[in-house]
């Protein structure tokens, strides 16, 4: 039996892979291997591999790699940590393909292990632009590491191609989170209610930030301007549903400033470090509009039909839907485009991402690959034609 081995570092990311592990394992043609690492293991972000436990996944390795510090060299430590460690459990567990999703620098670690192992590497969200992040130039690396991609969007595509990747292993298939809304049944209003023990407003919002990594120099005012503004939204009538941030340069600090907020607005404020998927999406569902600069506001939040105010350069470059309102990191614009958000035809919201089916296209194209041994971790340019 052939095995597929998937790396995750983070609840976001395992909440994608999620229906595609699921699948593999459903079908039981191939070996399901996964190694856990990053957030994960830390118990300041939820040791959130027991939730891939309690989906019923048997983890093959965990591995610590975050330092206590989330500076640059802090993050430059783990990703050298990681480098030591999954060598050596690749070797152990010997994958015929790593399964590697976006662009955290967890992944990149990994990315470098399996291509020094000669292990094939299938990437998920290749060719994405996130210019305010230092995942811009992290994921395009893993692409180059890769040999067969599967994109969210025609555009991506065009760019894995570009970056010199052959068309023929590179696949359009839609974001493959998205299959999550269509697969797994929503909870009510009222069980959220009770599960948080938090009762909705008759106006919410859904707010997740991370750091703009390729500026932390701004951070802190960003987050007292945006703090402003969410301090009038609650005068106005709103309550605030708060996931905190990643493990990213500059996340405790917003964890720090969430946590401080949350202490003085009670009744009015409910934070979580880790919802996991379900509990994500549905209170997703039922907010007046996702807030934030996490890239679930662009890609899932348009298939519930639920607007998103983007804050700040983090996404820069995205693909979006005409659901999508970008501000800058100022009170004045957020307040601005409540307005826009709570007056729009949800109706007619649209999301480039969503074309069904992706978990079903990416295991069908694995085991093509894997069954008919095409994989060839020999990897040839494909230079495009054009004239400077």
């Known amino acids: 039996m052939k095995k597929i081995c998937f790396f995750t570092g983070t609840r976001a990311e395992y909440g994608l892979l999620y229906p595609l592990m699921k699948l593999i394992k459903e079908k039981n043609e191939y070996e399901l291997q996964i190694i856990a690492s990053g957030m994960h293991l830390s118990p300041e972000f939820g040791l959130t591999y027991k939730e891939i436990e309690k989906d019923g996944f048997k983890i093959n390795e965990k591995i610590e790699i975050l330092m206590s510090s989330d500076s640059d060299i802090g993050i430059n430590k783990a990703i050298g940590l990681g480098l030591i460690s999954f060598s050596e459990t690749l070797k152990r567990l010997e994958p015929d393909i790593l399964i590697i999703l976006g662009d955290r620098f967890e992944a990149l670690s990994m990315a470098i292990s399996s291509y020094i192992m000669k292990i094939p590497i299938a990437h998920i969200h290749g060719g994405e632009r996130t210019e305010g992040a230092i995942d811009e130039g992290i994921r395009h690396s893993i692409t180059k590491m890769s040999y067969l991609h599967f994109t969210s969007t025609a555009e991506y595509r065009k760019r894995v191609i570009q970056l010199g990747e052959i068309p023929e292993r590179v696949f359009n298939v839609g974001a493959i989170g998205l299959d999550n ?208």
């Open 181 to 388: 809304i269509k697969n797994l049944k929503l909870l009510s209003k009222e069980q959220i209610e009770e599960t948080l023990n938090f009762k909705f407003g008759d106006k919410n919002i859904l707010f997740t930030y991370h750091p703009t990594t390729l500026n932390t120099d701004q951070l802190e005012e960003e987050i007292e301007e945006i703090f402003k503004a969410l301090e009038k939204l609650i005068k106005i009538g709103y309550k605030i549903i708060i996931t905190k941030s990643n493990a990213d340069e500059g996340g405790r600090f917003i964890n720090q400033f969430i946590d401080k907020f949350s202490v003085k607005q009670k009744d009015k404020v409910f934070v979580s470090t880790n919802f996991g998927t379900l509990k994500y999406l549905s209170i997703m569902s039922y907010v007046d509009f996702v807030l934030g600069n996490s890239s679930s506001g662009i890609v899932e939040a348009p298939s519930l039909k639920v607007p998103t105010i983007n804050i700040g350069e983090r996404q820069k470059g995205r693909v979006r839907g005409n659901s999508i309102i970008d501000v800058s990191p100022s009170e004045e614009e957020i307040l601005r485009a409540v307005s826009i958000a709570q007056n729009m035809d949800r109706k007619k919201i649209n999301n480039p991402y969503d074309q069904g089916g992706a978990t079903q296209k990416i295991y069908d194209i694995l085991k093509d690959y894997l069954e008919n041994n095409k994989i060839n971790i020999k990897k040839e340019f494909y230079d495009i034609k054009f004239s400077i």
